[in-house]
Nanobody, 124 residues
Framework: QVQLAESGGGLVQGGGSLRLSCAASGRTLGTYAMGWFRQARGKEREFVAAISKSGDATYYAESVEGRFTISRDSAKNTVYLEITSLKPEDTAVYYC?????????????????WGQGTQVTVSS
């Protein structure tokens, strides 16, 4: 069993930056592919970024490519999402997820563990 806890969200002005953290407990994250998703009010949860079990490979949604960076720190058992050049349309609850089915996971349904989410609000 893996417990995930996101932090780092908040209210930020457009063009600003944030670093979201996803701390894991219960088991080491080294055997899990990790991902970040977001859900805006009234919309479905959508894929944002993924990182492979080894940390060598990453993949991003087209809408965030070049602005978001996913990384992982095995020593801290934590995954990060650096968000820059924030836009109002980035406003959402951001969730991290862990899964072991594949080396890297892009599909929401293939993730087994989810955090509770952290709110990011971008003002214009």
């Amino acid at each position: 069993q893996v417990q995930l806890a996101e932090s780092g969200g908040g209210l930020v002005q457009g063009g600003g930056s944030l670093r979201l953290s996803c701390a894991a407990s219960g088991r080491t994250l080294g055997t899990y592919a990790m991902g970040w998703f977001r859900q805006a009010r009234g919309k479905e949860r959508e894929f944002v970024a993924a990182i492979s079990k080894s940390g060598d490979a990453t993949y991003y949604a087209e809408s965030v490519e070049g602005r978001f960076t996913i990384s992982r720190d095995s020593a801290k058992n934590t995954v990060y999402l650096e968000i820059t050049s924030l836009k109002p349309e980035d406003t959402a609850v951001y969730y991290c997820a862990a899964g072991s089915r594949r080396f890297m996971i892009l599909k929401r349904d293939e993730y087994r563990y989810w955090g509770q989410g952290t709110q990011v609000t971008v003002s214009s």
